[in-house]
């Protein structure tokens, strides 16, 4: 339930709020007009129970959020971080558990949530301003503001459905943002955005901040660590972990993700049956995560894939992620404009060498792609395919460093 504005510094407050779903859609029918009869009988609702085939998107969440503080919400896909925003926003009721919010909540949940396609950009920031309870004086005297901040320009005058998905991110979020709300609400929705956009709204969210409490759910760690006072893993719709040391949340993340183990997130066409580093240290190939490698030092992948007949050509790729998650480094056949042809031999054996490779200090994860070269459409995207790690000379920050060349020039 939403409450009217008070002076009371908690804006957000989540008691043991749970939500199940049911992974069968006619039973889920069935089940809702059972749960409907049962409201209105002396046998109540057992809504803490599970039935068949359902199971707890978010199970016994409980935390509160003052004004000026933000909460990074955090975990892999399927977590339950969209769908606990989506009850922290009304559009989800929980099963058990209730949540308080307490005045003005703005919402960007979903790319394009709450706009008409059919209606003008300028219709429909009077449209969502108006929602939030806004009259029309206070939306015009803020709506230069919107559409500056938007980047919009001529298009506010067109239909949204004409707009890209970025168009649409940035005059959602400059509505949300320009608004003045109590309470934000943003889901990953940044991640379609700019560059340039990106930095203008992480520097808007800490203006708002101040005033107002944010939940903030992104899969991009620095954008987690910049904005948030403190963090919130979920995991299986559980708290994993939080704290007011954002960092250390983060350090939960990237375990959690390394635990995971090898995924194949492509459509299996190729499959990797064995991959392997060599180790400078024992001089041999390893399949484990043993390998350091010092600035300067080659990386060498061997892995061999296994490719079904209706593959005919490929590119294959790597990518490392740092502790962070952040990509640091990628290479690509393609690069090379190389590609690679099915022999139909079964297995197939391959090997990619990166020089003189020069990283900051840490452990890094190698994702590794064979792509359609017409399509891009991955046939494998195997992510923590194998673990490395670095010890670099010097120390930085960055994700990536460069040796450079240098020299002392004596000017006569």
């Not at 790597?318 to 079964?346: H, P």
């Not at 991955?378 to 930085?396: D, E, L, P, Q």
Request: hydrophobic share 40%.
């Amino acid at each position: 339930m939403t409450k009217e504005r008070t002076e009371d510094d908690v804006l957000i407050k989540c008691e043991s709020v749970s939500k199940k779903f049911c992974k069968d859609f006619k039973r889920s029918l069935w089940y809702g007009i059972k749960d409907v009869s049962l409201s209105f009988s002396n046998k109540g609702n057992h809504n803490n129970e599970l039935r068949k085939d359902e199971f707890w998107a978010v199970k016994d969440i409980s935390f509160e959020l003052k004004r000026g503080e933000c909460l990074g919400l955090i975990g892999h896909n399927g977590a339950g971080k969209s769908t606990l925003l989506k009850i922290l926003n009304n559009l989800l009721t929980p099963d058990v558990g209730q949540v308080t919010m307490i005045g003005r909540v703005s919402a960007l949940i979903e790319l394009g949530a709450g706009f008409n396609p059919i209606l003008t950009g300028r219709e429909n920031v009077y449209n969502n301003a108006a929602v939030l309870g806004f009259t029309k004086k206070e939306i015009n005297a803020k709506f230069d503001a919107i559409v500056a901040f938007s980047e919009i320009g001529d298009f506010i005058d067109s239909p949204v459905q004409n707009y890209s998905s970025g168009m649409k991110v940035r005059l959602g979020f400059a509505i949300a943002s320009e608004m003045e709300p109590d309470i934000l609400l943003i889901d990953e929705v940044l991640a379609v955005g700019d560059l340039g956009f990106i930095i203008k709204c992480l520097n808007r969210i800490g203006e708002l901040m101040t005033k107002t409490a944010t939940i903030f759910v992104s899969h991009s760690m620095p954008m987690v660590a910049r904005v948030s006072s403190h963090a919130m893993l979920m995991h299986k719709g559980v708290n994993q972990f939080s704290s007011t040391d954002t960092a250390q949340a983060i350090k939960q993340y990237v375990d959690l993700f390394e635990s995971a183990g090898r995924v194949n997130q492509g459509t299996g066409d190729i499959e990797l049956t064995k991959v392997e580093l060599y180790n400078p240290q024992t001089k041999s190939f390893v399949t484990d995560d043993s390998t350091l490698l010092a600035t300067g030092d080659d990386l060498r992948l061997r892995f061999d894939l296994d490719i079904k007949e209706n593959i005919k050509d490929f590119n294959l790729s790597i990518t490392m992620f740092d502790g962070q998650l952040r990509e640091t480094l990628s290479a690509s056949s393609e690069y090379k404009n190389r590609q690679f042809t099915n022999t139909g031999q079964g297995r197939q054996h391959f090997e990619v060498v990166l020089p003189n490779l020069i990283l900051s200090t840490g452990k890094y994860a190698v994702t590794l792609v064979a792509a359609n070269p017409l399509t891009g459409q991955f046939a494998m995207r195997v992510t923590n395919c194998i673990f490395f790690s670095m010890k670099a000379v010097g120390i930085s920050w960055a994700t990536s460093v460069m040796a450079g060349e240098w020299q002392q020039i004596n000017q006569s």
